[in-house]
T-cell receptor
């Protein structure tokens, strides 16, 4: 079946603008994760959704970052007032409960 | 706080040579350790997890709690092993993975 999809694949935005990144998880997967990969850094956990539970937002770097998951499926990561340090590849992953995470192709965000 | 360290950014070997990608972690409890791999133009994917104790594509990794290490090994490297390898840690199954910075393995003919 289809894997995790993310859109857009690339996004270039001007500093100060808001951006929305989308993740479509594998159908039926209850858990959804967002990670960020900055140049020279490892993958950094951002936020985790599990079923109807309150999301674990402990990895969000600032209050400019937020995410929601509608209907237990699609998720949107929003970055407000983007800064140059937000430039990174944003990865989404989904899993059945706490089993193996399947990653999407990522969205490369460039803030100019 | 949990931390994963991969000291080598790049590891370059010749085909047929043994490979060891180093991974050290810091966590006071009993973590679960994983190796993920990303081949060129492909998605990040799970290679192996320590509790499975299995060999995938000839790779093995043993969790050494005394040395807090989870090094990835393969006795004879192949060109198709060239990829980016990430070591990751979780304190609760697959949730909230903490990744290292990755090691690029380059296997030359």
């Amino acid at each position: 079946g289809a894997g995790v999809s993310q859109s857009p694949s690339n996004k270039v935005t001007e500093k100060g603008k808001d951006v929305e990144l989308r993740c479509d998880p594998i159908s039926g997967h209850t858990a959804l994760y967002w990670y960020r990969q900055s140049l020279g850094q490892g993958l950094e956990f951002l936020i985790y959704f599990q079923g109807n539970s309150a999301p674990d937002k402990s990895g969000l770097p600032s209050d400019r970052f937020s995410a929601e998951r509608t209907g237990g499926s699609v998720s949107t990561l929003t970055i407000q007032r983007t800064q140059q340090e937000d430039s990174a590849v944003y990865l989404c992953a989904s899993s059945e409960w706490s089993y193996e995470q399947y990653f999407g192709p990522g969205t490369r965000l460039t803030v100019t | 706080a949990q931390r994963v360290t991969q000291p080598e950014k790049l590891l370059s070997v010749f085909k047929g040579a043994p490979v060891e990608l180093k991974c050290n972690y810091s966590y006071s409890g009993s973590p679960e350790l994983f190796w993920y791999v990303q081949y060129s133009r492909q998605r990040l994917q799970l290679l192996l997890r320590h509790i499975s104790r299995e060999s995938i594509k000839g790779f093995t990794a043993d969790l050494n709690k005394g040395e807090t290490s989870f090094h990835l090994k393969k006795p004879f490297a192949q060109e198709e092993d060239s990829a980016m390898y990430y070591c990751a840690l979780s304190t609760t199954g697959f949730q909230k993975l903490v990744f290292g910075t990755g090691t690029r393995l380059l296997v030359s003919p």
